[in-house]
């Protein structure tokens, strides 16, 4: 009788496997495609990512440079052009044989960058005294002094952050609206008061400087973030205007890169493996341009970004917070130190 109910069990537990494995097989290969799409999906996005990668800073390093004079035209105007990556940029376009015109504050430094670009690069310049931060009042002098050149190049560069990383309502009026001058305005008016004459010769580029902190929204750099998200946003979308036009309009994307900007923290004002100086950087971008309409312009601050978007927003969020107030009490902390 035990021995009749232990086969009795057995069968039905062979009969339930098999019915089990029947419908499992079922769930395994349904389960093996999704396996191999998301695989093939990854192949393909990561073989895109690399030739992308190769194409813009390894193959225009590699081969011979192009004549931006021949693609663009004689001359380029620089904004914020004294220093940094505006000076950087400005050089190594004069290193292409394009006449560079410097627009920024200071006379004796514009005077001092045009002699030592126009020496060392045997290039035409010419520069214009300009603060962007005074508004609508300025544009007309520019326009008037641009009017009878072949501008080929346009390199929105100006820019400005505040004394350091702050709250919101820790900046004064004045602050916000010299952001919105220099930041924006600058770079929409130089742009209305220049294209018009490269769509007319049907060629020309222009590159907008955003910045790497509108990868993700960054607390404690809010409004100048939000300026560089303008940025990036007006450079995209005027590029497909007027790219059948003949137009390239590029947005670049730096991450850190040690210049003054950055100088109220001694951390990341130092160059280092990930913040290049600014003649690093420059000569990475200028090799991007006519390639891609949104770049970091850099390979390792092209990783930053990968990195920076595969975060969640709050992790992103939280982390800049929290770099963001070690900077804020290091810049006050070297502040009250030298009073
Ligand atoms: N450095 C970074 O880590 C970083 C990262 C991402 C994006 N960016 C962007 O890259 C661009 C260049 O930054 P940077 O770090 O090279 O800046 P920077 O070293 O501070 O140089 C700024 C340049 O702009 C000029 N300038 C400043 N205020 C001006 C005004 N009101 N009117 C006219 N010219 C003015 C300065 O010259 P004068 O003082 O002689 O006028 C200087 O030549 C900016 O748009 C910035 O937002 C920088």
Redesign the pocket.
């Known amino acids: 009788m035990r021995l009749v109910i232990t086969m009795a069990a057995v069968d039905r537990f062979s009969l339930l496997y098999r019915e089990i494995s029947r419908s499992c097989s079922f769930y395994m290969e349904a389960l093996a495609i999704v396996g191999a799409w998301y695989t093939v999906r990854k192949c393909v996005s990561l073989a895109l990512d690399t030739y992308s990668v190769l194409r813009l800073h390894v193959i225009p390093k590699l081969s011979g440079e192009i004549d931006l004079v021949k693609k663009y035209g004689k001359w380029a105007v620089v ?9 950087a940029y400005a050089e190594q376009l004069a290193k292409h044989g394009v006449n560079i015109i410097l ?4 006379k004796e ?1 514009l005077e001092a960058v045009s002699r030592s670009i126009s020496e060392t690069y045997k290039v035409e310049t010419d520069f214009i005294v ?4 005074k508004g609508r009042e300025l544009y007309p002098a520019i326009k008037e002094a641009l009017k009878d050149r072949e501008i080929g190049i346009l390199v929105n ?5 505040y004394a350091h990383t702050d709250y919101f309502t820790n900046l004064s009026e004045d602050t916000l609206w010299d952001l919105i001058h ?2 924006i305005a600058s770079a929409t008016m130089m742009t209305h008061i220049v294209l018009p004459g490269m769509v007319k010769k049907k060629k020309g580029a222009i590159v907008n ?1 955003s ?2 902190v509108c990868c993700q929204p960054t607390p404690m750099f809010t409004v100048y973030g939000a300026s ?1 998200s303008y940025l990036d946003y007006f450079s995209r979308s005027l590029h497909y205007e007027y790219a059948s036009k003949g137009i390239f309009i590029q947005s670049l994307i ?4 040690s ?4 100088a109220f923290s001694s951390t990341v004002s130092k160059r280092s493996i990930l913040f290049p100086t ?1 003649e690093e950087y420059a000569s990475h971008a200028v090799s991007t341009l006519g390639l891609s309409i949104r770049t970091t312009g850099y390979w390792k601050h092209a990783i930053q970004w990968t990195l920076g978007e595969c975060l969640p927003e709050w992790m992103w969020a939280w982390f800049a917070l929290y770099l963001s107030r070690i900077l804020r009490k290091e810049a006050l902390a070297a502040k009250a130190k030298s009073e």
């Open positions: 904004t914020g052009s004294t220093d940094g990556i505006g000076k627009v920024s504050r200071n430094k300009a603060d962007f931060s560069n100006v820019g400005i952050f220099v930041n400087l910045s790497g560089k730096p991450f850190v890169t210049t003054n900007m950055v600014a």
